[in-house]
């Protein structure tokens, strides 16, 4: 299994953009997670889904913010407009539910700088 | 107050120290709680679950104290191998399904 894939590794771009993050999680996983992490604030959680339906969004810090899961194999973070203090580490996770309930794997994440 | 929270790092020991790692959480329904693994730049990994009996898996235990809402790590004879941050993760339950809550984490940095 090639776990869970996210794209790009690395994105530079300026404030004001648009920055889409990719996910594929692992093959027959029903959750899958977005989280944020920086220096300040840890691992926060921003948005999961279960069965390709957000269940819970309560960490998107605001409206700029947005994620989508299309189908079972993909799911995207949008920033638009996006700001110099968005710059972190975004990784994606997904998991299977069972009596191992929750043990999440994670992509390599994909380290945003906004300049 | 954080849902899940760490004791300050990091730690600097010597090989072959043993070392603790506390955390606490708030949610006193929580079900499930793990320890990950996060090396420099790095995704987290999963270290080890964590029961309520305690549990041990080779020179790490960890252990689960339900009434005072406590979770714990110990590392025997620690390695070079073994720097990195410790973070400890909480499953809040209560119908939020799989969704985990992680500390902040604890940076342990082992030295020859």
């Known amino acids: 299994d090639a776990g869970v894939i996210q794209s790009p590794r690395h994105e530079v771009t300026e404030m004001g953009q648009e920055v889409t993050l990719r996910c594929k999680p692992i093959s027959g996983h029903d959750y899958l997670f977005w989280y944020r992490q920086t220096m300040m604030r840890g691992l926060e959680l921003l948005i999961y889904?279960?069965?390709?339906?957000?269940?819970?969004d309560s960490g998107m810090p605001e409206d700029r913010f947005s994620a989508k899961m299309p189908n079972a194999s993909f799911s995207t973070l949008k920033i638009q407009p996006s700001e110099p203090r968005d710059s972190a580490v975004y990784f994606c996770a997904s998991s299977l539910e069972g009596r191992s309930l929750a043990r999440a794997f994670f992509g390599q994440g994909t380290r945003l700088t906004v300049v | 107050r954080k849902e899940v929270e760490q004791d300050p790092g990091p730690f600097n020991v010597p090989e072959g120290a043993t070392v603790a790692f506390n955390c606490t959480y708030s949610n006193s329904a929580s079900q499930s709680f793990f320890w990950y693994r996060q090396d420099c730049r790095k995704e987290p990994k999963l270290l080890m679950s964590v029961y309520s009996s305690g549990n041990e898996d080779g020179r790490f235990t960890a252990q689960l104290n339900r009434a005072s809402q406590y979770i714990s790590l110990l590392i025997r004879d620690s390695k070079l191998s073994d720097s990195a941050t410790y973070l400890c993760v909480v499953n809040p339950s209560e119908g939020q399904g799989g969704k985990l809550i992680f500390g902040q984490g604890t940076e342990l940095s082992v030295k020859p």
């Open positions: 889904f279960n069965n390709n339906v957000p269940i819970d």
